[in-house]
């Protein structure tokens, strides 16, 4: 230390500090250190702005939709699914029975998909006969429809995924899609979709739940009616639209793309009579319609 530094004493009013000076060899190193300093920060400078070298970023700074992609919103692409989702939200119509819509459930695509998928192989719609378990032809129900098969290719799958997550019920546990075409004056009278024979329940058991997703417009008429249904006001934003049968009741009027959600079980796991449903008479235009029927246990396909 003796080399690096020559203490010497000052006075100051009558007293003595030490006052520490740098040798001419010490000095030099100094200024040596601080150029080499000068140079690296002018040469970090650079690396930054040629994007070289980037400082480390906290994760907590980022997004938080890249952070977490749960906080995406679930308008964006479904990468599994077919076209541009819509913006998604959950409506509650009714606790008696419980009923819920989900708008834009469905893609224009996807709808448009599932139409042009079934009308080839569209038939005369039966109901089952409570006394065998047999579908059988009547005029209660007017349409024509056909079944998909289960995971049929990749637009079915995802669609299939998609409800699973929407209603907790596992895929394993529902019926292949089935697609439905109601022309002008076509119908299905209230009825229930849980089953009254022991026929039909051996296959997964009793249905618990219905999905019933529209893939078109309906100009006028087709409304889903729930004539049972305990309701305190008629508050719906499109009650004004609906059709002199819609107006019986709970009424739901189809919109491409929208998802009914009702159970045909109660939590307690009884059958709920006020799950009593039926579909208007279309009036104008048509109407295309698709339900997934699940079930308590595993369906077998």
């Known amino acids: 230390m003796a080399s690096l530094f020559r203490p010497l004493m000052s006075r100051e009013g009558g007293r003595s500090y030490p006052r520490v000076f740098l040798s001419r060899k010490s000095s030099s190193r100094y200024a040596l250190a601080l150029m080499m300093l000068l140079v690296l920060s002018v040469v970090l400078l650079l690396l930054l702005a040629l994007g070289i070298f980037s400082l ?3 994760s907590d ?7 977490d992609p749960r906080l995406r919103s679930r308008s964006l692409r479904d990468v599994e699914g077919l076209g541009q989702l819509g913006h998604q939200w959950t409506e509650v119509i009714s606790w008696e029975p419980r009923a819920f819509v989900y708008h834009n459930f469905l893609s224009k695509e996807e709808c448009e998909y599932l139409i042009e998928l079934a009308r080839p192989h569209m038939q005369k719609s039966t109901v089952a006969d409570s006394a065998t378990g047999q579908s059988k032809d009547s005029r209660v129900r007017t349409s024509t429809g056909m079944f998909l098969h289960r995971g049929q290719d990749k637009t079915i799958r995802a669609i299939e995924k998609r409800i699973a997550e929407y209603t ?3 895929i394993e546990h529902g019926e292949g899609l089935q697609v439905l075409h109601y022309e002008v004056g076509q119908k299905y009278e209230p009825h229930f979709d849980y089953f009254l024979d022991e026929y039909n329940a051996k296959n997964g058991g009793q249905r618990i739940a219905t999905l019933l997703m529209y893939l078109s417009d309906v100009e006028e008429g087709g409304e889903t009616i729930f004539p049972d249904a ?16 819609g107006e019986k009741g709970l009424s739901i009027k189809p919109k491409m793309g929208d998802a009914l959600l009702f159970w045909s079980m109660k939590p307690d796991a009884s059958l709920d009579p006020l799950s009593l449903h039926g579909g208007c008479p279309v009036i104008k235009g048509n109407k295309w319609s698709c339900t997934k029927w699940m079930h308590v246990h595993e369906y077998k396909v």
């Open 61 to 67: 700074s980022a997004p938080k939709s890249q952070a």
């Open 56 to 58: 480390p970023v906290r």
């Open 230 to 245: 305990k309701i305190s006001s008629r508050s719906l934003s499109w009650s004004n639209e609906l059709s002199k049968c």
């Open 168 to 170: 907790f019920i596992p």
